[in-house]
């Protein structure tokens, strides 16, 4: 626990899943700054994908990120760093500055297992224009072992900074993240690694750690766990935990005072049973997104029933 | 994750802390039935204090069990056990019955480790009445090294079946929960132990199966994690994660879908942020409850300063 960690700080991109980043400027403000003082490295400040290749183009500045409107709003930079997720097939790159003409430092490249090619393509791209590069590599628990080598072949020849552990369906134990860890350091001696971890077991918290003790750099976490479905690693945990002296809890509970209790009224994440369900199911969280938009939100015993049923199985797979 | 485990749920005596046992005939049968129906071992359904013993004697049948109540509640008993838990000092001797008379099968004796040669007596007694019995030394993380080694020497010699590693204050992780294990099983050699972990820093289900994988055999648990303050490891993670084919989560899904849904909107428990922080400071959550319960409940920024202040330490521990 006396490695160098970063903790990265995916609330505004991760939680803007749940609320379609109706985040006002002065919150985003709040929170790197907040965040600033807590001793988090980086904040993902949103998705820098493209409005023109995404429909559904009306959600506001921090899912398609302008650099002159960052600036506006991240007048001073702290030591806290800003990164951006790009989807595969979403990015314009001819939206990409130079790194020395914007405000983002680390730019994030989330892909299935399928698309590793065109995530590296991207990748080189990004790490042209000075950039730090990650890739994640969502739905991992859903990756078949011989897919998985093939991609690490070509990760290892990239550029990339960084290589993502992410446990998209929130099905994975620490027990998981072992294997797992010493596995991508294995066959990716040269890469840093990082985990994003969701919650459905409630072990996102736990998973994190065991990350960290194994030697995983990158921590991504959100403040009072606020991400998509189940949410993330709480921040505040992980601050308070990390033995560094850099760390600080009380300007993210000054966050969750301000802001985040709120929001929570507002909106839902968190452990809820659907989604747990589907955590232990090792299954995408949408049908039970469904479910709870829906007045039978709390029929959990037919939600448990229809997905395990034969007939829950997608075409081709219950053969 | 082979070997073989017992679930204790204790919804009904841990959450009978939230809502001073306010729970239905009718909803501990469907618990009993439930959760015997989902391979749970044993359930804890009651304290077996004496009324006489205790100021606030008016909380209904669950905090004073009584045998004759119990017949009627459970007519028909399955495979589940029983268990009962008894607290230093509020338990009359004279009111246990010997076990061929008694609906319970387990008891379990609560202490501070400074109680432990009183727990013993109770042990001794309880055991040659027939009952399986375990000693649950409470707030571990509070208790000195010595202190538990004597402790340690006196239990070894006592006929109990079961110690257990009590997490009173929610601030332990996997690492602590290894680390605990491995003194207890040094020193215990023939006792079987078991877990009792809190939910403050979303950590009771990854200690659980800490504990597990480590040879723990009594593990408690709460559907929903209902239990005072931020609750308990929740019974539906550990009987969806427990590899035996006597585990089955669907009735467990039922209880929460007919009753605990309901309790949750009535009553409080869970991870919330004045129980994360005396779970991260390692402090009794009293003072959090107290805050809870005042119209002060959501500034969470006071709450830890007063915690962290100097001023906050006991008379005699500041100096």
């Known amino acids: 626990m006396t490695q160098d960690h970063h903790i990265l700080d995916c609330t505004i991109r991760d939680g803007g899943l749940v609320n379609n980043w109706d985040f006002s400027v002065q919150m985003v403000k709040d929170m790197y700054y907040?965040?600033?003082?807590?001793?988090?490295?980086?904040?993902?400040?949103?998705?820098?994908?493209?409005?023109?290749?995404l429909k559904g183009g009306d959600s506001g500045p921090w899912r398609?990120?302008?650099?002159?409107?960052?600036?506006?709003?991240?007048?001073?930079?702290?030591?806290t760093k800003l990164s951006a997720l790009v989807d595969i097939g979403?990015?314009?790159?001819?939206d990409i500055l130079p790194r020395e003409q914007s405000q983002l430092d680390l730019i994030r490249v989330a892909c299935y297992i399928k698309d590793v090619d065109k995530a590296i393509d991207l990748i080189n791209k990004f790490h042209s224009f000075g950039y730090e590069t990650s890739i994640n590599i969502m739905a991992l628990s859903h990756v078949m072992e011989n897919d998985l080598n093939e991609a690490f072949a070509e990760i290892a020849k990239c550029p990339v900074d960084v290589v993502y552990i992410v446990d998209s369906y929130g099905s994975m134990t620490p027990q998981d993240i072992d294997y797992l860890v010493a596995k991508f350091q294995r066959q990716l001696p040269e890469k840093k690694l990082g985990v994003h971890m969701h919650n459905n077991m409630q072990m996102a918290f736990a998973n994190t750690l065991t990350g960290a003790l194994k030697g995983v750099q990158f921590l991504d976490a959100s403040v009072y766990g606020m991400g998509r479905a189940a949410g993330n690693?709480?921040?505040?945990?992980l601050v308070s935990h990390l033995?560094?002296?850099?760390?600080?809890?009380?300007?993210?509970?000054?966050?969750?005072?301000?802001?985040?209790?709120?929001?929570?009224?507002?909106?839902?994440?968190?452990?809820?049973?659907?989604?747990?369900?589907?955590?232990?199911?090792?299954?995408?969280?949408?049908?039970?997104?469904?479910?709870?938009?829906?007045?039978?939100?709390?029929?959990?015993?037919?939600?448990?029933?229809?997905?395990t049923s034969p007939e829950a199985m997608p075409a081709g797979q219950a053969d």
Request: charged content about 30%; overall charge negative; proline content about 4%.
């Open 90 to 94: 979403r990015v314009d790159e001819n």
């Open 243 to 307: 033995k560094n002296s850099r760390y600080n809890v009380r300007p993210v509970i000054e966050l969750i005072e301000k802001h985040m209790i709120s929001m929570r009224e507002k909106w839902e994440w968190g452990y809820l049973i659907p989604y747990m369900i589907a955590g232990v199911l090792n299954e995408h969280p949408r049908s039970a997104m469904a479910l709870l938009a829906s007045d039978k939100r709390n029929q959990f015993v037919d939600f448990y029933d229809q997905l």
């Open 64 to 79: 398609f990120l302008n650099e002159d409107f960052l600036k506006e709003v991240i007048s001073r930079k702290t030591e």
């Open 233 to 237: 690693c709480p921040t505040e945990l």
């Open 34 to 53: 907040g965040l600033s003082e807590a001793g988090v490295s980086y904040m993902e400040i949103g998705y820098k994908n493209s409005a023109k290749l």
